[in-house]
C-alpha cells in the first residue's frame, strides 16, 4: 500500500523558515517523480514544487520561486520542502504528492497533509 | 499558465440523482485531466485520470468525458458517501492548475 506521510508543520512568523518532510513506503521512491501542493483555509489546491527522479530537475510555482527548495533523499526514502522567508499567504496544509509515471504532471497519491501557519 | 474553470461552485442533489460538474480549460489540453474527490479533513483522492480512465477502486457510478478544452465529471446514482468537493486538474503542462472546486451536497 502506498503511503505518504508528512511532518514539520508547525506556527511560525512572517520571515521565518520551515522544513517539511514527507517519508514514503509502499513502492520505490527512488524511481517516482514527486510533488508538493497545498491548500490554504478553506481554499482550493495549489501546486507549489515538484523534483525529478535525479533530484537535479525541479520546478517552482512563481509564488515560491526563489524562497522554497524541494530536494530528496532516496536513501531515506524522503522528500523535503525548504521553505524560506515564509509570508502569512503560505498559511496552509502541505501535501505530498507522487507523480504518476505515465504522466509526471499527475499526482496520483497524496499524503494526509502537515500544517504551517504563518502569524505573528 | 493555463488556467481552470470549474462550474457550478456547489451543488445539492438528493440520493440517486445524477450530478454533472464541468471543467473548462484556457486552451487546449488534448485529454490530460483529471479529477479528484476531497471528503471533509482528508487529502485529495485521484478519480478519474486521462479525461476519462476511472481509477483502480473508484465506483463505477463516476465517470468522465471530454477532450481539448472541455470536460464534464457525471455522478450517476449520487450516494451519501460521495458529498465531497471535486476538483479538475490540467495535467499537461508545468505548473499544474486546478479548478477552484465543486463542493457537492446531499439534499
Known amino acids: 500500500e502506498v503511503q505518504l506521510v508528512e511532518s514539520g508543520g508547525d506556527l511560525v512568523q512572517p520571515g521565518g523558515s520551515l522544513r517539511l518532510s514527507c517519508v514514503a513506503s509502499?513502492?520505490?521512491?527512488?524511481?517516482?517523480?514527486m510533488n508538493w501542493v497545498r491548500q490554504a483555509p478553506g481554499k482550493g489546491l495549489e501546486w507549489v514544487s515538484y523534483i525529478d527522479t535525479s533530484g537535479t530537475g525541479k520546478m517552482y510555482a512563481d509564488s515560491v520561486k526563489g524562497r522554497f527548495t524541494i530536494s530528496r533523499d532516496d536513501a531515506k526514502n524522503s522528500l523535503y520542502l525548504q521553505m524560506n522567508s515564509l509570508r502569512d499567504e503560505d498559511t496552509a496544509v502541505y501535501y505530498c504528492?507522487?507523480?504518476?509515471?505515465?504522466?509526471?504532471?499527475?499526482?496520483?497519491?497524496w499524503g494526509q497533509g502537515t500544517l504551517v501557519t504563518v502569524s505573528s | 499558465d493555463i488556467q481552470m474553470t470549474q462550474s457550478p461552485s456547489s451543488v445539492s442533489a438528493s440520493v440517486g440523482d445524477r450530478v454533472t460538474i464541468t471543467c473548462r480549460a484556457s486552451q487546449g489540453i488534448s485529454s490530460w485531466l483529471a479529477w479528484y474527490q476531497q471528503k471533509p479533513g482528508k487529502a485529495p483522492k485521484l478519480l478519474i485520470s486521462a479525461a476519462s480512465s476511472l481509477q483502480s477502486g473508484a465506483p463505477p457510478r463516476f465517470s468522465g468525458s471530454g477532450s481539448g478544452t472541455d470536460f464534464t465529471l457525471t455522478i450517476n446514482n449520487l450516494q451519501p458517501e460521495d458529498v465531497a468537493t471535486y476538483y479538475c486538474?490540467?495535467?499537461?503542462?508545468?505548473?499544474?492548475?486546478f479548478g477552484q472546486g465543486t463542493r457537492l451536497e446531499i439534499k
Open positions: 504528492a507522487r507523480a504518476s509515471q505515465s504522466r509526471w504532471q499527475l499526482p496520483d497519491y
Open positions: 486538474q490540467q495535467a499537461n503542462t508545468f505548473p499544474i492548475t
Open positions: 509502499g513502492f520505490t521512491f527512488s524511481i517516482y517523480r
